[in-house]
């Protein structure tokens, strides 16, 4: 976990926070033009984006496709190891177990989350995965940045793809 931090500081990173999730919002967008959840999902270290995704369970027929895995993925090739330290995932939906798990493997010391997930939601809302003391590794997490915005896209998504319930008279 990171020492107290002065109140410049911590604008700052709220700042910055904002600005990536703001990015993972537009991978969301995107991956809505692939017939996909749209969730985004990114790896920075402080200011530069490492790597980003969008989910793509439906395009590749993988049911672990989901946008952190591939962003934590993409970013270990792009730094060329697999010890993401020193970096923080922004993603718009709250992670699940097996994201969670990917992000104690990967050693990311921090992550950032739009929307809580209360059916599968493993950092905050059913499991605590990712600051489980118990584990080898543990993350800073925060939540609810730009969640409203990040829970109306899930939302306006589903609604689209689900017909309307007919009302019988």
Request: charged share 25%; net charge neutral.
């Amino acid at each position: 976990m990171r020492a107290e931090q002065s109140p410049a500081d911590r604008f700052a990173d709220e700042e910055r926070d904002e600005r990536m999730m703001r990015r993972a919002l537009e991978l969301a967008q995107q991956a809505i033009d692939f017939g996909e959840v749209p969730v985004g999902a990114l790896v920075a270290r402080g200011e530069s984006i490492v790597a980003q995704a969008f989910n793509l369970r439906e395009t590749l027929h993988d049911a672990t496709a989901h946008a952190e895995r591939i962003a934590i993925t993409l970013a270990g090739r792009s730094l060329g190891s697999w010890r993401l330290e020193g970096c923080t995932l922004y993603v718009t939906l709250e992670p699940c177990p097996m994201c969670a798990g990917a992000i104690v493997a990967s050693r990311i010391p921090r992550v950032v989350y739009g929307a809580a997930d209360p059916k599968a939601g493993a950092c905050d809302s059913l499991f605590q995965l990712a600051t489980d003391p118990r584990l080898n590794h543990r993350a800073e997490v925060r939540g609810g940045v730009l969640a409203r915005e990040c829970g109306e896209i899930l939302t306006r998504f589903f609604q689209q793809r689900r017909p309307s319930p007919r009302i019988s008279e």
